[in-house]
């Protein structure tokens, strides 16, 4: 069974993520690793989950029936660092992330984990727009 890295936040843009390596992890038999990481912005944004939006994304992640680990790290890396890293330790299929437009001005002022991830990974990266993504 592979692993595939899901980079989750209580977001559209997490929520989209989560929802594709669902159905990824069930047509392909993989375990997901759905992985919560506190981000180091300015400004902050809020990505870091809360208790309710954990036991929710638990709720929705039994009743799909995949197999799962969820991980929240506050480990004093970026986001982009936490999910390539955990990719090559567990020799992950895949990372899903979820993406949104930013201004440019944004992308200048808080980085782009999604490039980072995308260019650093050793393994194939989907990214997931945000648009029309329900919350569960």
Same mark, same amino acid.
């Given at each position: 069974?592979?692993? *595939? *890295?899901?980079?989750?936040?209580?977001?559209?843009?997490?929520?989209?993520?989560?929802?594709?390596?669902?159905?990824?992890?069930?047509?392909?038999?993989?375990?997901?690793?759905?992985?919560?990481?506190?981000? =180091?912005?300015?400004p902050p944004e809020d990505t870091f989950a809360d208790e309710e939006e954990l036991r929710e994304v638990r709720a929705?992640?039994?009743?799909?029936?995949?197999?799962?680990?969820?991980?929240?790290?506050?480990?004093? @890396?970026?986001?982009?660092?936490? *999910?390539?890293?955990?990719?090559?330790?567990?020799?992950?299929?895949?990372?899903? *992330?979820?993406?949104?437009?930013?201004?440019?001005?944004? @992308?200048?002022?808080?980085?782009?984990?999604?490039?980072?991830?995308?260019?650093?990974?050793?393994?194939?990266?989907?990214?997931? @727009?945000?648009?029309?993504? @329900?919350? =569960?």
């Amino acid at each position: 069974m592979s692993t *595939i *890295i899901v980079g989750w936040t209580p977001m559209a843009e997490g929520e989209a993520a989560l929802r594709h390596a669902v159905g990824e992890a069930k047509l392909h038999g993989d375990e997901l690793l759905v992985v919560n990481v506190s981000a =180091r912005s300015d400004p902050p944004e809020d990505t870091f989950a809360d208790e309710e939006e954990l036991r929710e994304v638990r709720a929705f992640l039994d009743g799909e029936g995949v197999p799962y680990t969820l991980r929240q790290l506050v480990r004093g @890396k970026d986001a982009a660092e936490e *999910i390539v890293g955990l990719a090559a330790e567990h020799d992950a299929r895949c990372i899903v *992330i979820g993406l949104r437009h930013r201004t440019p001005v944004g @992308k200048l002022l808080l980085g782009s984990n999604s490039q980072r991830i995308l260019l650093e990974a050793h393994c194939p990266v989907i990214a997931v @727009k945000a648009a029309g993504a @329900k919350k =569960r």
